[in-house]
């Protein structure tokens, strides 16, 4: 007991560290959401530029010989197409649930220092560390959901890109 001093405040480096660490876990989330929402809007980007491009003329498709052969690519090319709006309805549909970031609309507007006795700042730490702790978690789950998303988004693309390029298979298959 003879270490211990009246009026000595507690040592608050582990909670602040943790803190700060927590502080580290939620911007590697943000950046994630970052690169995540780079990367569905370079997909949308894909599907609208090719849609515009009007890869789908099937009325081009007139002119090929034999009759077989040109059922043959329109029904591959409407599967691509179809495959493609598939896509772009997966990464244009809303989250299964809202999730709310604790942090978005609310602040810690008291500072720790400013607080009197170590019981407040106590509680002040605590509070920080519960909302970084719900943020952290409501990031990770809006990450979770947008790379299922966009995984679903990338598939559907694939296989819209093999149709078509069956469809051209066909073509050079039956016509060389």
């Known amino acids: ?19 700060a660490h927590m502080v580290r876990q939620r911007d590697a989330e943000s ?14 980007t894909l599907i609208v530029a090719v849609l ?46 809202e999730i709310r970031d604790p942090l978005a609309d609310s602040r810690l507007d008291v500072d720790a220092d400013s607080l009197p006795g170590h019981m407040n700042r106590a509680k002040y730490m605590e509070l920080a560390r519960r909302r970084m702790k719900r943020s952290i978690i409501a990031l990770g789950q809006q990450n979770a959901w947008g790379y299922v998303k966009t995984g ?9 890109a093999l149709c078509a390029g069956a469809g051209v298979v066909c073509y050079f298959w039956f016509t060389l």
């Open 152 to 160: 679903r988004a990338q598939t559907l693309l694939l296989s819209a």
């Open 52 to 97: 515009g491009y009007g890869v789908w003329n099937l009325n081009a498709l007139e002119s090929v010989r034999p009759a077989a052969l040109q059922v043959a690519m329109r029904a591959f090319l409407a599967l691509s197409l179809i495959l493609m709006l598939a896509a772009l309805g997966v990464l244009l549909s809303p989250a299964r649930t």
């Open 1 to 19: 007991m003879g270490s211990r001093t009246k009026g000595r405040q507690p040592d608050f480096g582990v909670g602040a560290e943790a803190l």
């Open 31 to 44: 950046e994630a959401a970052r690169l995540l929402a780079a990367r569905s809007n370079s997909i949308l």
